[in-house]
């Protein structure tokens, strides 16, 4: 297992992918500071197609259809493809919460007992 370079997010919060290789692809998993173990999400690359597996149904990877985050040519390449997501989702939430006015952890979390209170 290699882990990638930590990338600082807006809110001071950082990123980072762990890359796992298996006999059935690549798996690219999301490490973030701010969120708990079971709410981080895996991008899979098969061959040149990425697919996001989501923990809570590891055994149903879903095809990304996002033309920026598609395809990679190789491990290399789907560890940037994958930080690039995670950051890019990120980085949306931040922004969500910057509007709302909330704490950043609530959309992270998708903690809707914060966010309805």
């Not at 940037?80 to 950043?104: H, N, Q, W, Y």
């Amino acid at each position: 297992m290699a882990l990638s370079k930590p990338h600082k997010l807006s809110d001071g919060n950082t990123m980072r992918v762990r890359i796992r290789r298996t006999i059935a692809g690549t798996y690219f998993e999301e490490i973030h500071s701010l969120k708990d173990r079971q709410d981080q999400q895996s991008l899979w690359l098969l061959d040149t197609t990425m697919f996001l597996v989501l923990k809570q149904n590891p055994n149903r990877p879903i095809p990304i259809s996002h033309p920026d985050y598609k395809y990679a040519r190789d491990d290399k390449h789907g560890a940037e493809v994958a930080m690039r997501f995670f950051v890019d989702g990120a980085e949306s939430c931040i922004e969500e919460a910057r509007k709302e006015g909330l704490p950043t952890i609530a959309m992270y979390r998708m903690d809707w007992e914060t966010l309805t209170a």
